[in-house]
């Protein structure tokens, strides 16, 4: 099997579990509609993947990894429903199709985005019967902590607070570590924490996954506004209208690449310990030049 083939694997597992975990719950109005509209949009499910992909590699069985990779997605998407509304980044598009609030109303969109964040902390805790109650936690609070104001949430504070302002490498770093990035490397370091791997193998797990992460930030800058609106399924030069400072701003698409290129070799030198390493260090190169 080759690597893109095993990526395909992956994706699929994900999308028949999260297509099957709403099916059973009571209709409330739209509700769950709004949560499964933007949830089965597709996307690269990179989060899931990086999570099924690192607990295999640390010895850990996908299979029972993959409501926790599920369970990120859910988390993912709820953040991309708010991040698109009005108050946040105002966008009409996400995946080629109209954002959630477009489609459902604001109030909607909010409430669909706050059932699937506590969805995702429902589905690691009731699926998670296969695994020793003490993982379970701690990748529940890995979760907790990557999402929260000391993560994902805390990043987007300080996106909205930066908009109209000249920042700082340092501060886009520190912007994007906490934005993008503390969820990729919770992906990562919860798989590892499932499959009950060390404290150095947690530490190399997250050393490659916050490499990763910022490549991937940079990336997207760069396809903000290098990139085809078609191709990445929503307007290109959002961050220039919202007057947001970026890796692009400050130092251009040529320097970018160089630096998505040297980020990457980081990344996979970070899991040269391990036997299994081969398919991350792949898909980190695989994200080098990607234009979506």
């Known amino acids: 099997m080759t690597f893109a083939q095993q990526m ?5 597992l994900v999308e028949d579990y999260l297509s099957h975990v709403f099916l059973s719950r009571e209709p409330r109005a739209d509700l769950y509609d709004a949560m499964q509209y933007s949830l089965l949009a597709g996307g690269k ?3 899931p993947v990086l ?18 990779a ?41 409430l669909a985005g706050d059932a699937l964040l506590t969805a995702a902390f429902e589905t ?16 529940a609070a890995c979760l907790g902590k990557a999402a929260g104001a000391r993560g994902m949430v805390g990043g ?48 190399a797990v997250v050393k490659y996954a916050q490499k990763l992460g910022l490549a991937f930030q940079i990336r997207d800058d760069m396809l903000d506004v290098e ?33 998505v290129e040297e980020l990457t070799a980081q990344a996979e030198e970070a899991l040269s310990g391990f036997a299994g390493r081969a398919f991350l260090c792949w898909l980190a190169g695989s994200l080098v030049a990607r234009k979506h």
């Open 8 to 12: 395909e694997n992956d994706v699929a």
């Open 45 to 47: 499910r990179l989060r």
């Open 51 to 68: 999570m099924l992909e690192t607990g295999r590699m640390c010895g850990g069985d996908p299979a029972a990894i993959l409501p926790f």
């Open 70 to 110: 599920c369970a990120i997605e859910m988390l993912h998407t709820y953040s991309l429903i708010h991040d698109d509304l009005p108050s946040m980044d105002n966008d009409d598009l996400r995946r080629g199709r109209p954002t959630n609030h477009k489609v459902y109303g604001e109030a909607t969109a909010i």
């Open 124 to 139: 690691m805790l009731e699926n998670g019967g296969d695994l020793p109650a003490q993982r379970v936690l701690a990748a």
């Open 156 to 203: 987007q504070a300080l996106d909205m607070a930066g908009e109209g302002h000249s920042l700082a490498l340092s501060e886009v770093e520190e912007l994007q570590r906490l934005k993008t990035g503390a969820l990729i490397s919770a992906a990562c370091e919860m798989g590892c924490i499932l499959a009950g791997g060390s404290a150095e193998d947690r530490a």
């Open 227 to 259: 990139g085809d609106a078609a191709t990445l399924g929503k307007p290109i030069g959002s961050d220039a209208a919202n007057e947001k400072t970026t890796f692009v701003t400050l130092k251009g698409l040529e320097q970018c690449q160089r630096m």
